[in-house]
């Protein structure tokens, strides 16, 4: 059974800072998801990372994968109060198409 | 790009009734749709797996008499709560895959409160 950790739990954070979600799970996946979500909102897509190594960025928001280490990595840079919300990590269990959720990491930016 | 309709966006009702929640393809035929619940500050948990045609795949622990999940078209699929607890009150949502489409796609979801 995939099992996922995320860390931290919650996370405030001055605005123009750097800092780094991280995201374990426990058994091989063939892929893996970033999430954002804002409350009482469904989920918005980030990113999808598909091979060991792989990188993607988006504006202030990049995402890693070490499929060896089994982990995932989301690091904020130069944080601006709009990344404010809940960001979820999701591996898909390998072999069928089902998602398995991290704990999600409240994060918040203070200016 | 692909988008997954979800209605109601809220409901409420009371104890014992039963609640439908739609969940509908627009742009493209899901042939997996999937029903997760969301209680308040904490992560999504799977409840089932539906294929078109097909029954639903309940995850362990969830009463499958309880949650009722038809996927009777490639682009709707409903899931109906049948006799409601206010333990039942949750936020619902779906998702839907397809080879057609990239990914998932996320459904609004559903604010469900028994009253």
Known sequence: ELKVEQNPLFLSMQEGKNYTIYCNYSTTSDRLYWYRQDPGKSLESLFVLLSNGAVKQEGRLMASLDTKARLSTLHITAAVHDLSATYFCAPANFGNEKLTFGTGTRLTIIP | ?115
């Open chain 2, 1 to 115: 790009g692909a988008v997954v309709s979800q209605h109601p966006s809220w409901v409420i009702c009371k104890s014992g009734t039963s609640v439908k929640i739609e969940c509908r393809s627009l742009d493209f035929q899901a042939t997996t749709m999937f029903w997760y619940r969301q209680f308040p500050k904490q992560s999504l948990m799977l409840m089932a797996t539906s294929n078109e045609g097909s029954k639903a795949t309940y995850e362990q622990g969830v009463e499958k008499d309880k949650f009722l999940i038809n996927h009777a078209s490639l682009t709707l699929s409903t899931l109906t709560v049948t006799s409601a607890h206010p333990e039942d009150s949750s936020f619902y949502i779906c998702s839907a895959s397809a080879e057609s489409i990239y990914g998932y796609t996320f459904g609004s979801g559903t604010r469900l409160t028994v009253v």
